[in-house]
């Protein structure tokens, strides 16, 4: 299982970006897929997941009506569109899949991608 992120960078705030995680190595709609960031002396949080079983969308609360999560199943990619940014959305993010269906925001998740950076100017 490879998960690889990209499109991340500095953006002021109010900017957008759009994150995407190309996978392969497994079957993607089998799998839960979801995001997570890390900011700078902060643990590990949860930021979104998608549900490969009936397409259903979680948020922590901090990014809901900014952040959508959506899938492209032709390419096995999934996207984490940001708006809005704020900086205290500055962290590195993580694409993150494990073998169950539905979507729990905390996981568990085994395959994590290497992360991608963002930072959000004030």
């Known amino acids: 299982v490879l998960l690889e992120e990209s499109g991340g960078g500095l953006v002021q705030a109010g900017g957008s970006l759009r994150l995407a995680c190309a996978t392969s190595?497994?079957?993607?709609?089998?799998?839960?897929m979801g995001w997570f960031r890390q900011a700078p002396g902060k643990e590990r949080e949860p930021v979104s997941c998608?549900?490969?079983?009936?397409?259903?969308?979680y948020y922590t609360n901090s990014v809901k009506g900014r952040f959508t999560i959506s899938s492209d199943v032709a390419s096995d990619t999934v996207y984490l569109q940001m708006n809005n940014l704020k900086p205290e959305d500055t962290a590195v993010y993580f694409c993150?899949?494990?073998?169950?269906?539905?979507?729990?925001?905390?996981?568990?998740?085994?395959?994590w991608g290497q992360g991608t950076q963002v930072t959000v100017s004030s």
């Open positions: 998608l549900s490969s079983m009936d397409l259903s969308t």
């Open positions: 993150v899949a494990d073998d169950y269906v539905g979507c729990h925001l905390s996981g568990p998740y085994e395959y």
């Open positions: 190595g497994f079957r993607f709609g089998d799998y839960a």
